[in-house]
T-cell receptor
Framework: TQLLEQSPQFLSIQEGENLTVYCNSS?????LQWYRQEPGEGPVLLVTVVTGGEVKKLKRLTFQFGDARKDSSLHITAAQPGDTGLYLC???????????FGPGTRLSVLP | NAGVTQTPKFRVLKTGQSMTLLCAQD?????MYWYRQDPGMGLRLIHY???????AKGEVPDGYNVSRLKKQNFLLGLESAAPSQTSVYFC???????????FGSGTRLTVV
């Protein structure tokens, strides 16, 4: 069973700062997804990456999939209070297999 | 387009009581899932379904049962609630294997 680790567990920054959060595993993923969850709501999909080395951008968010497909990072440029939330990564070892979720990074962006 | 709807949103049960959590999706998705979310442990898969009339066990299925009699509905039952089942429960659906999950807004269950 794959185990996903996310770091840091908690992160509190000021508005305008840049940050990077990480998702790591000893397993190779066929695909990996990132979600953001706000209090009292379910997670919302941000991106899916499937190719080693792949980089995807979503406005101020940049997602990178490691070359070996064992890790991923999420970089936020000029963070805003609206970025506050729990960021979850989810990976699947084999195509068609259910995704396993990491424990998340809780981000707080202070105005 | 409502997406995934869960009912109820909150519930308090006494140990030993039973209840059913309801999940409905209006996106014609084949796959449906029930997760529980506990602090520091992420989302853990309880049961899932790959189509109408099918169900399968996930990572933490003990103490739960599910049914998917109609494609749009996925029911999660607790036969005899225990305090260890205190959690936030999320239902999710997705169109295909590489698709993203669409989650409901959750049911917060407390067992006393």
């Amino acid at each position: 069973t794959q185990l996903l680790e996310q770091s840091p567990q908690f992160l509190s920054i000021q508005e305008g700062e840049n940050l990077t959060v990480y998702c790591n595993s000893s397993s190779v993923f066929s695909s990996l997804q990132w979600y953001r969850q706000e209090p009292g709501e379910g997670p919302v999909l941000l991106v899916t990456v499937v190719t080693g080395g792949e980089v995807k951008k979503l406005k101020r968010l940049t997602f990178q999939f490691g070359d070996a497909r064992k890790d991923s990072s999420l970089h936020i440029t000029a963070a805003q209070p609206g970025d506050t939330g729990l960021y979850l990564c989810a990976g699947a070892e084999n195509y068609g297999q259910n995704f396993v979720f990491g424990p998340g990074t809780r981000l707080s962006v202070l105005p | 387009n409502a997406g995934v709807t869960q009912t109820p949103k909150f519930r308090v049960l006494k140990t030993g009581q039973s209840m059913t959590l309801l999940c409905a999706q209006d996106m014609n998705h084949e796959y449906m899932y029930w997760y529980r979310q506990d602090p520091g442990m992420g989302l853990r898969l309880i049961h899932y379904s790959v189509g109408e009339g099918t169900t399968a066990k996930g990572e933490v299925p003990d103490g739960y049962n599910v049914s998917r009699l109609k494609k749009q509905n996925f029911l999660l039952g607790l036969e005899s609630a225990a305090p260890s089942q205190t959690s936030v429960y999320f239902c999710a659906s997705k169109r295909g294997e590489l698709s993203g999950y669409t989650f409901g807004s959750g049911t917060r269950l407390t067992v006393v």
